[in-house]
């Protein structure tokens, strides 16, 4: 089993952004906990980027390359119809996950517009948000 995990802006400054919301560990630091629990399980991609367009690529060439895929879409999440519309158009089952818990956080946070096209939602874990969204990639292989 393949699991492509993507990563939206400013998640490459984790360690150091607002450490009060997100903690210090860093994207990388999460990357070597997700292969870890993976191991033997699954091949893991694991990739960022700040560039919206980009994501929509990546969701879209998802379909032909891997089994699931786990997104923290970052702000494009409160924002993006077209994210939204790649992974509606996409065969590939979608977890979204956060860091820190969106419900909790600024109104504008609450809405996620990809909400109602993925497989569910993980969010409020820091880092574990990612090792819990591997293990629901991981479930649905035994659906
Ligand atoms: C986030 C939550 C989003 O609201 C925010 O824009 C982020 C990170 C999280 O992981 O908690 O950049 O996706």
């Known amino acids: 089993m393949k699991i492509l995990f993507l990563n ?3 998640l490459n400054l984790l360690g150091q952004r607002q450490p009060e919301v997100y903690g210090t560990t860093t994207l990388a630091d999460i990357e ?6 993976a191991e033997g399980r699954a091949e893991i991609e694991f990739r960022q980027t700040n560039d919206e367009g980009e994501l929509v690529t990546w969701i879209q060439d998802a379909a032909s390359s891997v089994d699931a895929a786990v997104i923290n879409a970052a702000g494009y999440t409160h924002t993006s119809v077209a994210l939204r519309d790649s992974i509606a158009a ?4 979608v977890i979204e996950i956060h860091l820190s818990n969106i419900h909790a956080r600024e109104e504008f ?3 996620s ?5 993925c497989e569910g939602q993980i969010c409020g874990f820091g880092p574990t948000s990612y090792v819990l969204g591997l293990e629901a990639a991981l479930s649905l292989k035994m659906d």
Do not use: F, K, Y
């Open 8 to 10: 939206g802006p400013n």
């Open 32 to 37: 070597s906990a997700v292969r870890v629990q």
């Open 90 to 93: 996409s065969d590939v089952p």
């Open 109 to 111: 946070r609450h809405n």
């Open 113 to 117: 517009l990809i909400a109602p096209v």
